[in-house]
């Protein structure tokens, strides 16, 4: 058996990042005060936030045509969970505590595991 | 967003039932990849408003669609979740997405099961668990 990684996996990772930064412009745009109902929705932060998320998600079809398989695609993107704690910790001072960061090391060691097969 | 709903409602014990639901928004989440990965074999190209749009063909686009949809229904079922479940069970819960995703690969897709995945699978899985249950 020949083992089944290709290097288009890694578009995952993109795409888990571009998704994180999403995630991080949505939780700004939720910490806000907005003038109304609609603002809270209609605002830049939202927008882009939610392109990004479109564009990960166009990425990863693209990732798919180059023969990704959906198993190893959603393995990659729980690197995703890793990206959010850091950069929740970075824009938000949420704090990396050690069950994080050991959580943070299995998900780590998962994929590469999971990448070995 | 739904912080505010999530202080005034009691939450629910967890039953079975509640499991099964919560699961339910997760599998329409993770049909999702599906649709990404039924889109990406939809190559060629098509015309709106009298301009060609190269990449997917007509069923591509529908899927892409449909894709939006299930990601669309899956958001406003886990606002319905955070209302009613700890936020710890509702992620606890969402870790399962990478089980769901590996089945689906497995049954629509003919993807193989290796043992090196389940290892895999599962540290992950313990990994997930371990962040999200220090993430409140």
Not at chain 2, 16 to 26: D, E, M, R, S, T
Request: a positive charge.
């Amino acid at each position: 058996m020949h083992s089944e990684f290709t290097p288009w996996l890694l578009i995952f990772l993109v795409t888990a990042t571009v998704a994180s930064f999403a995630q991080m412009l949505l939780k700004k745009s939720a910490m806000e005060k907005h003038d109304s109902w609609i603002r809270e929705y209609l605002n830049w932060k939202v927008i882009v936030g939610y392109g990004l998320m479109f564009s990960a998600m166009l990425l990863g079809v693209y990732g798919y045509a180059r023969g990704v398989q959906v198993k190893s695609a959603s393995v990659m993107e729980s690197f995703g969970i890793v990206e959010v704690a850091v950069l929740s910790a970075i824009f938000f001072k949420e704090k990396l505590t050690r069950k994080k960061i050991l959580g943070i090391a299995l998900i780590i060691f998962g994929i590469i595991i999971f990448n070995l097969a | 967003m739904g912080e505010q709903a999530v202080n005034e409602n009691p939450k629910r014990k967890l039953t079975l039932l509640g499991i099964l639901g919560i699961q339910a928004a997760v599998v329409v989440y993770t049909a999702s990849s599906i649709c990404s990965k039924m889109a990406s074999s939809e190559r060629g190209s098509i015309e709106i408003f009298g301009r060609t749009i190269e990449g997917l063909n007509l069923k591509g686009f529908l899927w892409i669609l449909l894709e939006v949809g299930c990601l669309g229904l899956y958001a406003v079922l886990w606002q319905q979740i955070i209302k009613r479940f700890d936020l710890s069970i509702a992620y606890c819960n969402r870790a399962f997405a990478v089980c769901w995703s590996f089945l689906w690969g497995v049954l629509f897709f003919g993807e193989q099961v290796r043992p090196l995945n389940l290892v895999g699978i599962g540290i992950v899985l313990a990994g997930i668990l371990l962040v999200n249950s220090d993430a409140q």
